[in-house]
């Protein structure tokens, strides 16, 4: 079965959900797929009533990315600064994070390229302080990052055995459409 | 157990109600990429055109090549004057905005299954879709460069 069939089958059977666009009239140019850790936040109930308008930003921003709007991405770890896509240290583990700056906190989703322009996204934090019940991730060399990436791994190989996320060094391998390196001139 | 259905998401944009704070930021952040996601292709098309480059486009505007590295970034810390400051700066344009309803569009025909193909494998690419709510169209001559 392709990975694409595998996506679809994962839909179908409510272990992955794709994003709920707000207008629906909006394209899907690219595709991100999510699990319930994931949707939960989207969805709400949340802590407390300033949390909706804050997830609300990160689904506009995520919604930029389905509706294949202008992207910045770093392929290097630890240097992805205002990027909107960072890959994450070590890059053979292929897990990426989608990064939803402002306001504060940030919001990271962190999760991997099944096909160039489809990402799954398997876990959340908050970046700078605790929020909505999740502790924050803080300093990027702390152990909350590590907890994330190895999370995202293995809801990968349950959900897709025999399948690699995909890899590569340029961002157009990842990104077909309007994408460019932060490193760019 | 709540079993109402849920609200349409532009129910009080029809209805003329009051719009909840959430909703107002989510168009608020929508508008903002929105911006940015014009900026940026005006850039990448500059840059295939013209050969610009970041350091070119920072020594234009009188900013330095950090900050202008930041603002093609992500559009975070924009302001108007950002948006006409990186217009006149990529393409001796300026903005003209542009807008239209959110409501009464048909349903996009390009869902999620559409990505992942017929059979699941990835249809042909497309070219981007034009964006948004709102449309920034800019006229004047470019700078040669």
Partial sequence: M????AIKRHVRAGRLFPLDMNVESDPWARGIFFTGEVKALLDGPWTAPECGAR?????????????????VMCPEPFEADDAFLGRLHPPAERVWDIRSRNPSPGLRVFG????????IAFDWGPRSRDWNGRQ?????????????????RGQWAELFPGH???EGVEVHEFVTQKAISRRSS | MNLSPKRPFLEEVRSGELIPANKLAYFEQRALNNFYDYVMTRFMAEKERSQLTKAKLAERIGRGPDQVNRWLASP???????????????????????SESLLGKPRSN????????DDGDLPELKAPPKTGTTRIDSKFERIST
């Fill in chain 2, 110 to 117: 390009e869902y999620w299954e559409s990505i992942l193909g």
């Fill in chain 1, 2 to 5: 392709s990975i694409k069939a």
């Fill in chain 1, 136 to 152: 924050a991730l803080g300093n990027r060399y702390g152990l909350l990052w590590e907890v994330a990436i190895r999370n995202c």
């Fill in chain 1, 112 to 119: 991997l390229f099944a096909a160039p322009d489809v990402f």
């Fill in chain 1, 55 to 71: 997830v609300l930003q990160l689904q506009a921003d995520l919604e930029s990315f389905v509706r294949g709007q202008s992207i």
């Fill in chain 1, 164 to 166: 690699e996320a995909v």
């Fill in chain 2, 76 to 98: 975070n810390n924009w302001t108007i004057a950002t948006v006409a400051r990186l217009l006149l700066g990529i393409a001796g344009e300026e903005p003209v905005l542009s």
